[in-house]
């Protein structure tokens, strides 16, 4: 094997602890931190990268450890007033360069990854057709646009319990075939997603109950029929986000570019019942 | 308290909020509770970056199983995913913080805000549209021109009640750390923002341009020993704001001094007990909340095991602690473990100051009554949900041994090891004017009242649930 692919291998041993490395799961990218990941101090930093990862987003301080050594395997008291000083300790160049590492390590795992698991006799070519994949995780996703978020307006009505267009009409009755079962990336920001608080209908008011579990993944959208149309009137910024902004506001958590269904319970049309609609 | 006395407040469920299932998911996880200044309305914001507001049914408060409805009134989404190009991160949508401003005219103003941004929401009513356009159908559709042959102009009608969500003003790209907290200044004009190193100043007016009052940065990021917790403004003092750190310590600044305050004018900080000393001592005093009074004499600060009130005339120590769960203080290695130790509660006040009031695990909340120097442990669980059902309070018992030690396993009480710490507290408000308090579970919201007592009516009290008396 070559170099790389040693060192792959060596890598991608600590990565298994990682919980939310960014081969294995579906792209999902790391919390904002305020700063890159640090990951260039020296070969053992994806131990430290681990600890980092699971550093709390909280302001308590660690106990004064003034050598804080990264390479060492037990855990240290990740906390963010350690996090910060750790982010703001080297200058933008080495963050810089030590992330694009890590970003090229992590895109050549996972394709040492897919290869080891590829029982194809093409290996070479598998490789070669199967590397623009994984280059989506670090999405190149145009910016939100500056007209989205101001003086847009979310109506909802306390009568109905459900949102409703700004001009205070019902939704005309006509579903969007489109809509249904558009993917996340391609699906319109103006879909609220039914908050747990909200309104809860009571069972058997519901009529989508017969929905399969599947067509939660990946969709967005509405179930019913008659309300799927909800989405077409919503007051909606723009229709040329449609392909696939971040700021979706259907989004669940998660990165944008985890392709897999969000919990079903996120999925359904604004304030019909959750209860229904939950994986049990 | 909750107790058998006739003047003791005694708790009663009045609704809960939420899905049932135990399934949660990430986006529907409640992060921050509020009423606003009547107490009308209450919002909470979750993790899915949306805020739910809730509105009092006003009933007939002369009949005696009052109770004050909240239902939905309002929802939108607040905040959404961005990414960070520069950096290559994820910033989250999660509502870190609600604050409402004073209702000046009909409309509702709420500032909301997650790691990066703030947001200023106007929230209206509109119960009256056009109708009957010369050109347009009704579901807004153009006619064809052709087909008109009379003028006619739209007339205003009523509707349904709708209630419309307006993003105002957005405050963005002013903190490079994550915004922990905001304030709304009693001039009703500014407010404040937190991040992890530095407080900024803005005006509801101007989202272009923030002060920034205080900066704890230092010049050389090994010598940061701590860092920014919490904030508020004083409520009656508008140049007054204390800021609370992650090392216990409280510091109050007055913009009059000087414009940037990194000088604190008063310090508050309690010397530490060397009696108590440990290895995670410094990570429990870090302050996760800090709210003043409504008289504006008093500050409560929390803390991983303690509830403090300080008095603001005097730094040296603080009046009143109260013991929030002392009996995880032999527990802290595994609390550390699982993360619990680094978890951030908060805490509030009564209307009138006489009540403080907190969160804990296993869905229990603790109430410190001052003047009565009375305290309880209530629980917010999906088993006592008949309407009007009074709370029991709750105890936990640490005897020694195995088995979890409680020497008469009563129905109310439980011991330390079967805690469940995933059931955690973090967000509670009281009502201002009210004893109505708003408690959010993981992603449940219960609203719980003070039961009006009436000596003739006992039917309140479900045959199999007595209250016990302490």
């Known amino acids: ?280 | 308290m909750a107790g058998g006395g006739s003047e003791d407040m005694q708790w009663c469920f009045s609704q809960v909020k939420g899905a049932i299932d135990d399934d949660v998911a990430e986006a529907d996880i409640i992060s921050t509770v509020e009423f606003n200044h009547s107490g009308e309305l209450l919002a909470t914001g979750d993790r899915g970056g949306r805020v739910v507001i809730f509105q009092q049914e006003v009933e007939n408060k002369s009949v005696p199983e009052y109770r004050s409805e909240y239902n939905v009134y309002s929802t939108f989404q607040s905040h959404e995913p961005e990414f960070d190009y520069l950096k290559s991160l994820e910033i989250e949508e999660k509502i870190n913080k609600i604050r409402w401003l004073p209702q000046k005219n009909a409309s509702q103003f709420l500032l909301s805000t997650n790691d990066k941004t703030i947001k200023l929401w106007k929230i209206s009513e509109r119960d009256k549209r056009p109708e009957g356009y010369n050109l347009k159908e009704e579901d807004g559709r153009y006619i064809n021109p052709g087909n008109v042959t009379s003028l006619r102009v739209p007339v205003f009608r009523p509707m349904d009640l709708m209630v419309e969500a307006s993003p105002r003003r957005v405050f963005s790209n002013a903190h490079t750390y994550h915004i922990n907290s905001i304030s709304v200044n009693s001039d009703h004009e500014t407010y404040l923002s937190a991040d992890d190193l530095r407080v900024n100043l803005w005006n509801l007016e101007i989202n272009d341009r923030s002060f920034n009052i205080v900066d704890i940065k230092p010049a050389n990021m090994e010598d940061l020993t701590e860092i920014i917790t919490a904030a508020e403004f004083h409520p009656h003092h508008c140049h007054t704001l204390v800021y609370s750190s992650s090392k216990g310590s409280i510091r109050l600044c007055d913009m009059r001094a000087s414009a940037l305050c990194d000088q604190h004018t008063k310090l508050f900080e309690e010397p530490e007990d060397p009696s108590n000393r440990s290895f995670f001592s410094e990570i429990i005093s870090s302050i996760s909340d800090v709210k003043f009074s409504h008289s504006g004499r008093y500050l409560m600060t929390r803390d991983y095991l303690t509830v403090k009130i300080w008095d603001l005339n005097m730094e040296t120590r603080p009046i009143e602690t109260y013991q929030v769960h002392e009996y995880l203080r032999n527990k802290m290695c595994s609390l550390y473990e699982n993360d619990c130790l680094f978890d951030k509660f908060e805490c509030c006040w009564n209307g009138d100051d006489s009540v403080v009031m907190t969160g804990s695990y296993n869905n229990f909340f603790r109430m410190f009554d001052r003047a009565q120097r009375r305290d309880a442990t209530l629980e917010a669980s999906r088993e006592h949900n008949l309407p009007l059902q009074l709370l029991k309070p709750r105890r936990v018992c640490t005897g020694g041994g195995g088995g979890g030690g409680c020497s008469k396993r009563k129905k109310d009480e439980i011991s330390v090891d079967s805690l469940d710490f995933n059931k955690k507290i973090l967000h509670t408000a009281w009502h201002p004017n009210d004893n109505i308090i708003a408690v959010a579970t993981i992603n449940n919201l219960y609203i719980f009242q003070d039961k009006v007592s009436d000596p003739d009516s006992a039917d309140d009290l479900s045959a199999s649930d007595m209250m016990c008396t302490i």
């Open chain 1, 1 to 280: 094997m070559n170099n790389p692919a040693v060192m792959t291998q060596e890598k991608m041993e600590l990565d298994l602890e990682i919980p939310n490395a960014l081969v294995q799961t579906d792209g999902q990218l790391r919390r904002s931190n305020s700063a890159p990941m640090i990951n260039g101090l020296s070969d053992n930093c994806q131990v430290f990268q681990r600890e980092v990862l699971r550093s709390r987003r909280n302001s308590t301080t660690v106990v004064n450890r003034p050598n804080m050594v990264p390479s060492s395997p037990i855990r240290v008291p990740s906390t963010r007033l350690h996090q910060i000083k750790q982010e703001e300790g080297i200058d933008v160049m080495n963050r810089e360069t030590a992330h694009e590492r890590e970003v090229q390590a992590a895109m050549q795992m996972s394709q040492s990854w897919e290869e080891s698991l590829n029982l194809s006799d093409n290996d070479l070519e598998k490789s070669v057709s199967s590397s623009p994949k994984r280059i989506d995780f670090v999405p190149v996703s145009p910016a939100p646009s500056p007209t989205r978020g101001i003086g847009k307006k979310q109506c909802f009505s306390p009568s109905l319990q459900s949102l409703v267009s700004s001009n205070g009409l019902s939704p005309s009755p006509i579903p969007s075939p489109t809509r249904r079962f558009s993917r996340r990336s391609q699906s319109p920001i103006n879909c609220i997603r039914a908050s747990i608080l909200g309104p809860i209908k009571r069972k058997g008011e519901m009529d989508i109950e017969s929905q399969p579990k599947r067509l939660f993944q990946g969709t967005t959208t509405m179930l019913s029929t008659d309300i799927a149309h909800l989405l077409d009137v919503s007051s909606c910024p723009s229709p040329e986000l449609l392909d696939g902004s971040l700021s979706s506001v259907c989004s669940s958590t998660g990165s944008p570019g985890k392709m897999e269904g969000v919990s079903p319970s996120s999925s359904n049309s604004p304030f019909t019942s959750l209860q229904d609609l939950s994986p049990k």
